[in-house]
């Protein structure tokens, strides 16, 4: 969202008036959909934000755990990229919570309490499982952007290569502009054998950007201190009293 931007608070689809005016600056509102009078709700929701490109977020409010569940799962599941932070950090707190990560500190008024999200990742643990799998996965998308690297350790030939272009949803890609997520993410050691996705890796497939244009980003803290190492910028006692440092943090602010 753009501070410069007026605050608006719809319900969707928007009215012939609302849609006029957006049309005619699509610059002018910061857009607050209110999910429990809007018509369109879960995967028809995001298509209709999606396609319009609208800057928007979704207020959840007094929404029962089946009506924030069907959103995020839709969310998750869905091959169109929607530009949603509060579902963007909603996931983010799953896919930590169930690495086992203490989160009750680090997110600002969460969609589920612990509880519902013990529950969500019960409801939905193959999908989480993926994302995951995913997830650990692009540490060797990171490697085969290296060219040497991916020369000495042939990463297509000794590594299994996954072609569904259907693995994951695309808006996995918003979660690595989120700030220290990936390094928290990898505070966790590998719980899955690393796979190459040959689309997802290789194939302009995210609204026609490709995976590289998300993932090489200043948030991804991760994939910096990866590429320093490459570089000898910084050696491997670096990183690792880097990770040391952040669990440090992460354990103070979770007592």
């Known amino acids: 969202m753009n501070n410069d931007q007026e605050i608006k608070y719809i319900d969707v689809p928007l009215k012939v008036e609302e849609l006029k005016e957006f049309i005619e600056n699509k610059t002018k509102y910061s857009y607050f959909i209110n999910y429990q009078t809007s018509e369109l709700k879960d995967l028809v929701l995001l298509n209709y934000i999606s396609n319009l490109e609208l800057p928007a977020e979704i207020i959840m409010d007094n929404c029962s755990y089946d009506e924030k569940a069907g959103l995020l799962k839709a969310y998750m599941d869905t091959r169109n990229i929607v530009k949603i932070d509060s579902l963007a950090l909603n996931v983010a707190k799953i896919l930590l919570d169930y690495r086992g990560l203490d989160t009750t500190e680090i997110f600002n008024r969460p969609y589920f309490d612990q509880n519902e999200s013990k529950q969500f990742i019960n409801d939905h643990k193959e999908l989480i ?5 995913f997830l650990e996965s692009t540490i060797i998308f990171a490697q085969s952007c290296v060219k040497e690297l991916n020369e000495l350790l042939k990463i297509k030939e000794d590594i299994e290569v996954i ?26 050691p590998l719980r899955t054998e690393l796979k190459y996705f040959r689309p997802q890796f290789e194939e302009r497939m995210f609204k026609g950007r490709s995976f590289y244009d998300y993932y090489f980003c200043q948030q991804n803290d991760v994939l910096n201190m990866f590429l320093a190492h490459i570089e000898n910028d910084i050696t491997r006692n670096d990183m ?3 990770y040391k440092e952040a669990q440090a943090i992460l354990m103070e602010s979770n007592p």
């Open 240 to 242: 690792n009293a880097a």
């Open 129 to 133: 499982q993926k994302w995951e799998h």
């Open 163 to 188: 072609n569904d272009s259907r693995y994951v949803g695309s808006n996995i890609v918003n979660l690595f502009s989120i700030p220290s997520f990936s390094e928290l993410f990898f505070l966790v």
